[in-house]
């Protein structure tokens, strides 16, 4: 029984070591002849031999410059290889290479290694002719499948070829060095895109202003990466809407096509510091720095209109022009609002009820609760003070009453539509409430001047005034004439 | 009797004398061949030590049928054609995939000529012939004078005849592959002019193309010209029609294979080739 037992455990042992046995693939034998193997052997250790390896100049055929490998050959065909290549330009080392053919020997680096990827990729070889020039002890390959006839010299390393190889390294480091450097910089130019486009601001206008070129933004949109822009090409020019491309390089925003206006394109922008000129939160941005051509501008919310608004009559008169000329003047011409949200801004009517809350408790005989409103009169006697006059109720809900309080108009030259505005003399009826009366105005008509800007309401014409300290003030203004009604401004 | 001893030994000292002389030597001289002393012959010489194989191309009229036309190339061609046409077109894509393919079955003649062979009179009259193979040993090329790297279709044309008629030197070497003469046997255009046959017709009777119809030889070697100038997707598509073409595919295709060629894999080299050429 016990013999019957051991025969069984032998057998078990066996067919699980049988079991275990991996099945290899027997490749088919190099074609090599006995006559070339024997020269192979005679290469081999002519290769190994070199204390200081090998230096291979080779220039693959779809490459552009001569390329340079540093081989240490080792016994039981094994090369070390280095080079002057990027991605194997890092020693790579046990690389397999054996020798071939029946006529000529020819030397093959097998396996993934850099001769293989240049095979791959720029129609280059692994497997070269092999010739050796006894009396300078060198060698020159050509690659085996006949693409062409150009020899390629394998000679000893020494100090001055290693160094051509060395240089090139050196070359595909600083490269690299580079590319992370550009790459750091692109993804800083995207994140500052990022968070340009995050930016929300209630200030008037969304500008891109670089030197003399200024456009109002429409749409910057990073999925389609596109930016619409409004501009003027000079002043009196009609405005121009355009759609461009636009590509993120490690510089900035590449415009495709660049704008041109006058003599200048545009067409890189350098981003800069993200800008907080928010007065309420300074940790707000509200747009960014760029520099294109070498000028500083800004690109993001604005107090400022991005162009002077004229005619479209007469593209030479522009809002300001035409409130300022004497004609309108002479014809009677005034500005009023109406006692509804809609004629103020937020801030403003933020301070309309605060002012409201005033004039009911503190000024005699005056009523403001359905009733506070802006009044801007041209005098046709021009000896006359232009001015405003705040108009609320008497005190006794009864009839209207008015605030005068003079002022001096006048255009800002230069500058896009822009008015400025003094306060000059206040009616008697302001005098004990002077101070009331300059904290309500002073944010409309801030020392900055104001922004002269037309809109649309239906079919009708309407200026708003918007203060060039802090455009979130602004009042909208009907004008007194039907026919001026008509007018358009752009 | 002593004086027949004296007689026969003056005699004998005579003839030992006479047959020890010796003839004027034969003076040797090395046979030296006289190497080539321009690109063009230097091209040739390196093909023909590499490959066993004469790139011809001065003039012999006795290369083509007495009732042909053909002009010789033009010599300013020849080296740019050897480079870039019969190197990189020609033996690359074979030598690539095969040591020593091609220095075991390059032609060993290749004769050049400027233009097509043309016809005009007997048997084949108004036909023009873009190559010729004769048995294993020769490859006629035409077309020379056209050497236009920026031509992609003389481009084309040029290496699909080359190795049409390497198909023909193949077929001479080994023979068609076994069963390929009987897949579209009694289908062949006999006795009809193949050019009368549309292309959906030969397809369907298993040929690559029309002319492919006039003989098994043919019928072999338009396969290959086929493949070797059709990416493999359409291929594949194509032989999937019917029978004839899958069966035929996959004996040609079998046939390149066991020798160590993959036909797709040439057909993708040589255009990636043609992609990149530069004059």
Partial sequence: MMRHLSWILFAAVMLVWMACEKTTTHLPPREISPEVDEIAKKYTDVLVQSPQGWVLAYKPDQYEETIYFHLIFKNGGKVDVLAGYRGYHTLQTDITYYFEGNYTPIIVFSGENVFSELADSHNGAYKFKIYYKESPGTFEVVRSDGFDDKRFELTPANESNLALLNAQIDDILAQIAYEEEQERLAAEVRAKIKAFVEIESDFYFYNLTVDDFSAAINSFDTVAREISLTYKETPTSAPATTTVGYTLTPEGIVLDPALAYGTVSLELLELGELLYEDPDDPNKATAIEVVSNGNVGTMGYAHVAPYPYTLTSDRSVSTVDWLLDPNQQNAGLFLYTADADQHYSAFVNADRIEFKDYINAEVNDALATNRLVNQIYFPANQASSRNIQISTRNGNDSGNKFFLYNFDLNKIINEASALNVTLTTAASTITPHIDAFNAYLDPQFPAEGVTVAPVIVGTTLRFRLISRKDSRYWVEYILNRAADRSNRFD | ?279
């Avoid at chain 2, 004998?12 to 004027?24: D, I, P, T």
């Avoid at chain 2, 006289?34 to 063009?40: I, Q, R, V």
């Avoid at chain 2, 074979?94 to 020593?100: F, G, I």
């Avoid at chain 2, 040029?158 to 068609?176: M, N, P, S, W």
């Fill in chain 2, 1 to 279: 009797m002593k004086m027949y001893k004296v007689i026969f030994f003056s005699v004998s000292l005579f003839l030992l004398a006479v047959s020890c002389s010796k003839e004027e030597p034969i003076s040797y001289e090395p046979y030296e061949t006289d190497l080539p002393d321009n690109p063009t012959d230097q091209a040739i010489y390196d093909l023909r030590q590499e490959y066993q194989t004469k790139i011809i191309y001065r003039y012999d009229r006795r290369y083509v049928s007495t009732s042909a036309f053909a002009v010789p190339p033009r010599y300013d061609l020849v080296l740019p054609y050897i480079e870039n046409v019969l190197r990189k077109l020609f033996i690359a894509p074979y030598d690539r995939q095969k040591t020593d393919f091609m220095r075991e079955h390059m032609p060993i003649e290749m004769i050049m000529f400027g233009t097509s062979i043309n016809y005009v009179e007997g048997g084949e009259s108004n036909f023009s012939a873009s190559g010729l193979a004769y048995g294993l040993s020769r490859v006629i090329i035409t077309g020379v004078n056209a050497y236009d790297l920026n031509n992609p279709s003389w481009l084309r044309g040029q290496y699909a005849t080359l190795h049409h008629e390497f198909a023909h030197v193949l077929d001479k070497i080994y023979g068609r592959p076994t069963g390929f003469d009987n897949v579209s046997k009694g289908l062949y255009a006999g006795g009809t002019a193949y050019g009368a046959f549309s292309q959906a017709e030969a397809r369907s009777r298993g040929f690559w193309r029309n002319y492919g119809m006039l003989n098994e030889s043919e019928d072999f070697a338009t396969w290959i010209d086929g493949i070797v100038t059709t990416p493999k997707e359409e291929v594949l598509q194509i032989v999937s029609a019917n029978n004839y073409l899958s069966q035929k595919y996959q004996l040609v295709y079998n046939f390149y294979l066991e020798k160590g060629i993959d036909l797709h894999e040439l057909q993708a080299y040589l255009q990636n080739i043609l992609d990149n050429l530069e004059d």
